[in-house]
């Protein structure tokens, strides 16, 4: 069976690196617009009641994949593909969730985004708390990382690895 996705826009942000791109939006502050092609900008309608959305995009940069891959956040050991969130994957799809900041026209800007420049939009969804939301709540291996004690400027990869070599 083959899948065909229709690109429905673009994303822009401030980054043009993967090295120095954060790796989840949880660790930037960095505003980026959305732009949804014309065509779709009637699909908009709405999304400005709600105060973040989910991206789904295309990892436009990706070359091949591999199914086991040393994480940003441990590059210590290999882990499935599928345990963690990197772009190296058999579909390249990413997921962000961002901050909607204003919708105008065919244009979301949002905050939070950490995606490369120009990465093509494969769909948004709204964020809904009472659908989203889960208590209790395990995270494999990060929860052992513990990620919210680590102090650094940005979760990029070269900063991850940098902050590695030095520990």
Do not use: C
């Not at 791109?21 to 999304?47: C, H, K, N, R, W």
């Not at 390249?92 to 900041?101: F, T, Y």
């Not at 964020?127 to 919210?148: L, M």
């Amino acid at each position: 069976m083959e899948v065909t996705y229709r690109i429905i826009g673009t994303i822009h942000s401030p980054f043009t690196d993967q090295d120095t791109t954060p790796i989840q939006s949880i660790f930037s502050e960095e505003e980026g617009t959305i732009e949804v092609f014309p065509e779709y900008a009637d699909g908009l309608e709405g999304v400005e009641g709600f105060s973040h959305i989910i991206l789904l995009y295309h990892f436009h940069q990706a070359n091949g994949f591999s199914l086991r891959q040393r994480p940003f956040v441990d590059g210590s050991k290999e882990r499935g593909i599928f345990a963690i969130r990197h772009f190296s994957r058999p579909n390249p799809i990413g997921i962000s969730l961002v901050e909607v900041v204003s919708v105008e026209g065919n244009t979301v800007r949002v905050r939070g985004i950490d995606v490369l420049d120009g990465t093509p939009l494969l769909d948004i969804k709204p964020y809904v708390r009472q659908f989203d939301h889960r208590d209790d709540v395990r995270s494999g291996w990060v929860d052992a990382k513990h990620i919210e004690e680590v102090k650094l400027k940005s979760f990029s990869p070269k900063d991850l690895r940098e902050h590695e070599e030095s520990s």
